[in-house]
């Protein structure tokens, strides 16, 4: 049997084509899937029950299991969801202003990267999600919270472009206009700079919102908290993105976790003016979220050189914003993503 959500609308029209069928049945059915969000083909009551009958012959539509949900003080949402092989992956829903909400999805269980501030990182790459799976995280936390639609960033546990081909089909899915209909203006692809990846990503999705795990553009920093880096030196990736086709009145987004001693220096923040000049682009700081699975390696920067750090790169003219962490209680905060905690913790996941 066929993953239906694991199709675009172009791959299902092929086989629907084949059973003789006309073509407004593909709009229908996808419109079903994304703006009904069914779970059942059942429900599909524009079909006779006879072509139901076939489509759950082909086809079936991905289980989602959510094995825990937390909320946070501040409205965010921490979904735990158990997949088909017993892997689990986490995605939050972030409330943010004028009631709009952001979506943070995973594209891998585990990641492969090994970034030392990142609790994902330290589980290890356990396999790439599919795609189906990453449109279902959406899918599910859209209809469960009653919301039309939501911004989409792919900021959750893994790196998108080491699962190219699976991240960048789901996000065509997400956005076709007879499915959930998700500008790419309204989605975000956040990457650690796989520089193959961003050359791919110039032609098969121009216009995409990018950001960059940057938080250094010292070589010998940026190496110690992201060994990626040794693979794909800075200044390589930075050369890679610098004419990466942007959306209009939208600026790459360069994001910069602060940690204690290592980049908050004056001359890591003179590093970052001279680098915004390069790029229509934004600095986002984020406070270092501490996890059990971080450890003591790095600690957090102190509130204060936060917002000294941050007022000396507004007064050389760079956009800066200083992130509110968002869901830390519950561990849904960057960095904080990492399902293999639930062995050593009170959840049953089952």
């Known amino acids: ?39 059942s083909f059942d429900e599909i009551t524009t079909l006779k029950k006879e072509m139901r009958n076939q489509l759950k012959e082909f086809f ?36 943010m202003t004028r009631g709009r909400f952001t979506i943070c999805v995973s594209t891998q269980v585990g990641c492969r990267m090994g970034c030392r501030f990142c609790a994902t990182g330290r589980m290890g790459f356990k396999r790439n999600l599919t795609a189906s799976e990453i449109v279902a995280q959406v899918r599910f ?48 692809l956040s990457t650690c700079g796989i520089v ?29 908290i992201m060994p990626i880096n040794k693979a794909y030196p800075v200044e390589k990736v930075l050369n890679s993105l610098a004419d990466f086709p942007l959306p209009r009145r ?19 923040a003179k590093a970052l003016v001279k680098l915004s000049g390069r790029f229509r682009c934004k600095i986002n700081i984020i406070p270092l979220n501490k996890h059990d699975l971080i450890g003591t390696d790095f600690e957090p920067s102190q509130e204060e050189t936060i917002e000294e750090f941050a007022s000396y790169l507004r007064k050389k003219g760079v956009f800066v914003t200083v992130r509110q962490s968002k869901g830390s209680e519950i561990n849904a905060a960057c960095g904080m993503l990492a399902t293999d905690i639930l062995k050593t913790s009170n959840i049953d996941v089952g």
């Not at 289980?63 to 825990?68: F, H, I, L, N, T």
């Open 1 to 39: 049997m066929i993953d239906i959500l694991s199709l675009t609308r172009d791959e299902l029209e092929s086989i629907v084509i084949g059973f003789g069928w006309e073509r407004y049945r593909v709009d229908q059915i996808f419109g079903f899937l994304y703006k009904q969000r069914i779970d």
């Open 60 to 95: 079936y539509i991905y289980p989602v299991e959510v094995k825990v949900k937390k909320v946070s003080g501040d409205g965010t949402i921490k979904y735990i969801f158990k997949l088909i092989d017993n892997s689990f992956i986490e995605s939050v829903l972030i409330p």
């Open 141 to 188: 936390i859209l209809k469960d919270n009653n919301l039309k639609t939501a911004n989409v960033v792919y900021m959750g546990m893994g790196e998108p472009l080491d699962n190219y081909s699976n991240t960048t089909k789901s996000i065509k899915i997400l956005m076709d206009e007879m499915g959930l209909s998700i500008s790419k203006r309204r989605i975000t």
């Open 196 to 224: 193959k990846g961003i050359e791919r990503l110039k032609k098969d999705l121009p216009y995409i919102n990018m950001a960059l795990s940057l938080h250094s553009v010292d070589n010998e920093k940026r190496s110690l």
């Open 250 to 268: 939208k600026r790459i987004t360069f994001e910069y976790v602060m940690i204690k001693g290592l980049n908050d220096t004056h001359k890591d």
